[in-house]
């Protein structure tokens, strides 16, 4: 798009004020992409993309707030998950399937949920950034799927345990 230069037809309007020059930069903002880890992550505007065509996969600055309730959803299951498997592990004679998560429960019980709610919120950290990217949204619904599926067997584990014996 060209801009003119034009002429004020008024002479009580000040030259400098009339001059339509085009003041842009010549360099085109958009040549990069902006990094995930920007300034614009706190005081950015950007919710979605901008238009339906754009198909890349691209970053932004505000999220929604079904996907806050999905994080929060996902890391409260995280939470129980953490506390039915100390149960199961300490009271019901289960044992914990993942080597690495044994090792920090049999290290210690802090450090345990520690390490189990660290990991899980750097790791929806990284996928609420990529949010827009391919599969990200249906990954995260499937962790979501995961974790009540881990708590349903929780939960039947308890069930099955406090049933008596004969019955």
Do not use: W
Not at 46 to 70: E, F, N, P, T, W
Not at 121 to 133: M, P
Request: glycine share 6%; aromatic share 14%; hydrophobic share 45%.
């Amino acid at each position: 798009m060209t801009i003119y230069n034009l002429t004020c037809a008024s002479s009580h309007i000040k030259k400098d004020r009339c001059d339509f020059r085009d003041r842009r930069s010549k360099k085109d903002r958009r040549a990069r992409p902006t990094f995930a880890l920007s300034r614009y992550m706190v005081m950015g505007k950007r919710g979605q993309r901008r238009r339906k065509a754009d198909k890349r996969q691209m970053y932004v600055d505000q999220y929604s707030h079904g996907l806050l309730v999905l994080l929060c959803a996902i890391l409260c299951l995280c939470i129980m998950d953490g506390y039915f498997t100390v149960i199961n592990v300490f009271f019901m004679g289960a044992s914990e399937m993942n080597p690495i998560m044994a090792y920090f429960l049999n290290k210690n019980i802090t450090s345990f949920f520690l390490i189990k709610y660290g990991l899980t919120s750097i790791g929806l950290i990284f996928l609420c950034i990529r949010i827009h990217f391919k599969y990200v949204r249906t990954t995260l619904v499937a962790i979501f799927i995961l974790y009540v599926f881990i708590l349903c067997s929780h939960l039947y584990i308890l069930f099955c345990s406090s049933l008596p014996a004969g019955g």
